[in-house]
């Protein structure tokens, strides 16, 4: 997971200093985790909405990432949508995790047989120690074969 927070610090800085962490990526799923801290926090004492946004987007990016080396293409990747729902205040240790890595593939396949832009809605669901899910973050990404 090092190489994952290398990346972090020199690509993306604010979700290094803020405390995100990649804990596992795997074929099918992606999971980042980041603890509530006073340099994430909001006036309510609880994650910042943008702090959670950034550690759930990393998770669906990361896998669509991981499609894109793996089949070797060159391929341009862009959020076009997104949408979030809070259900409870985040505090403590919070775990994102997007669990769609077996449909980019087949995007993935899909892309490069046909050439045609694709985009595919993800989701990222973030859950506190005790199970409970404080968020959920849907980004509809594009992609497009570069030539």
Request: net charge positive.
């Amino acid at each position: 997971m090092f190489k994952y927070t290398l990346f972090t610090f020199f690509k993306l800085p604010s979700v290094f200093w803020t405390g995100i962490r990649t804990t596992k990526v795997t074929d099918t799923s992606c999971e980042v985790s980041v603890k509530h801290r006073w340099i994430n926090q909001n006036p309510f004492k609880s994650m910042f909405w943008a702090v959670q946004g950034m550690a759930a987007e990393l998770t669906t990016g990361l896998l669509i990432m991981k499609g894109i080396k793996e089949s070797s293409a060159k391929v341009s990747m862009l959020v076009l949508n997104n949408n979030a729902n809070f259900s409870k205040k985040a505090t403590g240790r919070i775990t994102f995790a997007c669990t769609q890595g077996a449909e980019i593939s087949q995007l993935m396949d899909e892309l490069i047989k046909s050439g045609t832009p694709k985009t595919i809605w993800m989701e990222s669901v973030g859950t506190d120690e005790a199970g409970d899910v404080v968020s959920r973050f849907n980004f509809e990404w594009t992609l497009i074969v570069k030539k």
